[in-house]
């Protein structure tokens, strides 16, 4: 594990982000959103949570609650590709976990799960919006839709050259 606290450089980041929202405990989520995107890994380590929470006077226990009841936050580091695979009513109408066995199958992890390589991460999430061409994935930005278990093998394998 990385000594956070002794790395300046990120340290200097967390600081700046933490002066941009005014040191507020209000701004808990959208500071925890932005610190995790400017830490490898995109994830919120310990270190930084204990950090965040005794710079702007929240409780540590608070700021658990926040990174685990938000699914963009995590306190694991994730793959550079994150998977998320929506489970909401249309998309489970749909069938999604017809495609969920052939995402889970060609990663080799599970939902949760982060990939050997650390390329990908799989993850729920719920509806993103793209209800017209469920069942839908999203992978980092960008979305996949009308998904059958055939597309799955190329869609993964386009991130894997792109990423890799
Ligand atoms: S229900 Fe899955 S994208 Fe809307």
Redesign the pocket.
Same mark, same amino acid.
């Given at each position: 594990m990385i000594d956070f606290i002794s790395n300046e450089e990120l340290m200097l980041k967390v600081d700046s982000v933490l002066e941009a929202h005014g040191y507020s405990e209000f701004k808990l989520l959208s500071i925890l959103l932005q610190v995790q995107e400017i830490i490898p890994g995109n994830f919120i380590p310990e270190e930084i949570s204990k950090y965040i929470s005794k710079r702007i006077s929240v409780p540590l226990s608070k700021t658990y609650e926040v990174i685990t009841f938000f699914e963009a936050l995590s306190t694991h580091p994730k793959g550079k590709i994150l998977i998320q695979i #929506?489970k909401?009513?249309?998309?489970t109408v749909n069938k999604?976990k017809d495609v969920l066995e052939p995402i889970e199958n060609e990663l080799g992890i599970s939902v949760g799960e982060t990939s050997e390589d650390g390329l990908f991460t799989l993850q729920y999430t719920s509806?993103?919006?793209? #209800?017209d061409i469920?069942?839908?994935i999203r992978i980092n930005d960008e979305v996949h839709g009308n998904l059958t278990k055939d597309k799955i093998k190329d869609i993964i394998n386009s991130y894997r050259r792109k990423f890799q």
């Open positions: #929506c909401s009513p249309v998309c999604y509806c993103f919006g793209a #209800c469920s069942p839908a």
